[in-house]
């Protein structure tokens, strides 16, 4: 079925340090997976995105990477800073012309 | 912001009750998108609209009806609220449909009593 799996629930990390956020999925007829930050009282905000053709991309300290065969991907910050913290959702569609949103990750930077 | 607005921002409801939320874009984009969002469910597609008068159903549209007349509004009514309906209900516009980038606006706070 159209499932996506999001771990971890919160998460966190010190300020300077790396933070991973994993997706998984059950699908493999997907082409497109966003990446979105919430901050608090906002709507979710696009901060990257990959397309199925590709392996890895990188803006400055964000970074996200597909595996494709082993069916999931991931979200990358590097020298974490207070502003990242926030609630981070993956998304994938389905080829259903739909997109598929995980249940998200509370990040929180601890100065 | 991407010149998307939603009202009411906030609205308290009792049961049985119609409600109709509106979604205002000056981008004039196409597709249009209403999610709401839920402890522990992330975001959940509704309803979603590919041009005026086109409209398709979500992920959990139960309960739910949509319109759109003219491209820059996109109205999510509950015909009849349930406590089940409250939530933070979000709209979204995309230039390009699912695979680009969605703008979403600042959300609507439904509480239904």
């Known amino acids: 079925g159209e499932n996506v799996e999001q771990h971890p629930s919160t998460l966190s990390v010190q300020e300077g340090d790396s933070a991973v956020i994993k997706c998984t999925y059950s699908?493999?007829?997907?082409?497109?997976f966003p990446w979105y930050k919430q901050e608090l009282g906002k709507g979710p905000q696009l901060i990257i995105d990959?397309?199925?053709?590709?392996g890895e991309k990188k803006d400055q300290r964000i970074a996200v990477t597909l595996n494709k065969t082993a069916k999931h991907f991931s979200l990358h910050i590097t020298e974490t800073q207070p502003e990242d913290s926030a609630v981070y959702f993956c998304?994938?569609?389905?080829?259903?012309?739909?997109?598929?949103f995980g249940t998200g990750t509370r990040l929180t930077i601890i100065p | 912001d991407a010149g998307i607005t939603q009202s009411p921002r906030h609205k308290v409801t009792e049961t049985g009750t119609p409600v109709t939320l509106r979604c205002h874009q000056t981008?004039?984009?196409?597709?249009m998108y209403w999610y709401r969002q839920d402890p522990g469910h992330g975001l959940r597609l509704i309803h979603y609209?590919?041009?005026?008068?086109?409209?398709d159903k979500g992920e959990v549209s139960d309960g739910y009806s949509v319109s759109r007349s003219k491209t820059e509004d996109f109205l999510l009514t509950l015909e009849s609220a349930t406590s089940s309906q409250t939530s933070v209900y979000f709209c979204?516009?995309?230039?390009?449909?699912?695979?680009?980038?969605?703008?979403f606006g600042p959300g609507t706070r439904l509480t239904v009593t």
């Open positions: 979204a516009i995309s230039p390009g449909g699912t695979l680009y980038e969605q703008y």
């Open positions: 609209s590919y041009g005026v008068k086109d409209t």
């Open positions: 998304a994938m569609d389905f080829g259903n012309e739909k997109l598929t």
């Open positions: 699908d493999s007829a997907s082409n497109y």
């Open positions: 990959i397309r199925s053709n590709v």
């Open positions: 981008e004039n984009h196409r597709y």
